[in-house]
C-alpha cells in the first residue's frame, strides 16, 4: 500500500526513530541553517521553533518550522532511510498506527 507522500510524526515517534535519544533530538532541533539570517555563516545557526515533524515517502525524517531568530521558515532534514534498523522502526511505527485505526473506527 502506498502511502501519503507526508505523514505526521510526533516527537516522541521522532526520537525513537533517533535511537531514543532525546538529546540527538534536542542538538538537531538548536543545530538548524537559516539562510535569511545576517553574517558570517555561525550566525546563521539557528533553532526551529513552532515546528512540525514529517516521514516523507522516502523514509526520510523533515523537520519544518521558522528561525528562532529572524521567524523566517527553515527546515531540518535528518536521513533516516539509509539505516535499515531506523526503517524498520519507521515500519513498526506505521503498523501501529493501522491498528490503531482499524480499532479506533471499529
Known sequence: MKRKSKIEISKLEAIILLDDSEDIYNMLIQNVFCPNCQGSIGDKVTEIINYKIYLESSNDVVMEGRCKK????????????????????????????????????A
Open 70 to 105: 529572524c521567524q523566517n521558515p527553515v527546515a531540518r532534514f535528518i536521513e533516516t532511510s539509509e539505516n535499515p534498523k531506523t526503517v524498520a522502526k519507521i515500519d513498526r511505527i506505521l503498523k501501529m498506527r493501522r491498528l490503531i485505526v482499524r480499532r479506533t473506527s
